[in-house]
């Protein structure tokens, strides 16, 4: 069966600092590949979104950037982190084809 | 416009109520959908795929009208357990891109 696993589960790091967040996919190959923000009380907020290794989109201009270095491996990262950066971050996979998301079960970070 | 609306709730209703969500998508082109379920500070979860035949999984019956871009969500018999906020998701058919709504809150009370 697949799985997907996102760590940390919590962050605190201090403004300026970098970031990365990694994200894994088991089970499965060739997985489109997700990171979503959600701010509290919000709803989730595409960041990028990958078809392939070193294919990534863009849907929103910020301070992070993503990187998909293995078929299964989608990492988030930032150089240095804004108080704005601070959410929920949500990674995701899905078949191709338009098929449903299972998420990871997210990092709280609290940029401070 | 945003690509993905829906009611902005909360919805407060009593155990046994029934009660519906709504949603519209702005993009024609769209592929596929989906209600999410979330609770909080967790992930969301897969609650049930939408047709355009309709679609029932136990209390839970999902709609979509493509001519209108509109998705519905009708829960009958609710439970405290459907305390939650639920997601109105669309795939796009180019790029693979899946859109959330901004979800809707129901607290179901005793």
């Known amino acids: 069966s697949q799985t997907i696993h996102q760590w940390p589960a919590t962050l605190v790091q201090p403004v300026g600092s970098p970031l990365s967040l990694e994200c894994t996919v088991e089970g499965t190959s060739n997985p489109n590949l997700y990171w979503y923000r959600q701010a509290a009380g919000r709803g989730l907020q595409l960041l990028f979104y990958?078809?392939?290794?070193?294919?990534i989109s863009s849907e929103v201009p910020q301070n992070l950037s993503a990187s998909r270095p293995q078929d299964r491996q989608f990492i988030l990262s930032s150089k240095k982190l804004l108080l704005s950066d601070s959410g929920f971050y949500l990674c995701?996979?899905?078949?191709?084809?338009?098929?449903?998301?299972?998420f990871g079960s997210g990092t709280q970070l609290s940029v401070l | 416009r945003k690509e993905v609306e829906q009611d902005p709730g909360p919805f407060n209703v009593p155990e046994g109520a029934t009660v519906a969500f709504n949603c519209t998508y702005s993009?024609?082109?769209?592929?596929?959908f989906f209600w999410y379920r979330q609770d909080c500070r967790k992930e969301p979860k897969l609650l049930m795929s939408?047709?355009?035949s309709g679609n029932e999984d136990g209390r839970f019956t999902a709609q979509l009208n493509r001519a209108s871009q509109y998705i519905s969500l009708l829960i009958r018999d609710s439970k405290l357990s459907d305390s939650a906020t639920y997601l109105c998701v669309v795939t796009l058919v180019a790029g693979f891109k899946t859109i959330f709504g901004a979800g809707t809150r129901l607290f179901v009370k005793a």
């Open positions: 993009n024609s082109a769209s592929q596929s």
């Open positions: 939408v047709y355009s």
């Open positions: 995701a996979w899905g078949g191709q084809g338009n098929e449903k998301l299972f």
């Open positions: 990958s078809v392939g290794i070193g294919q």
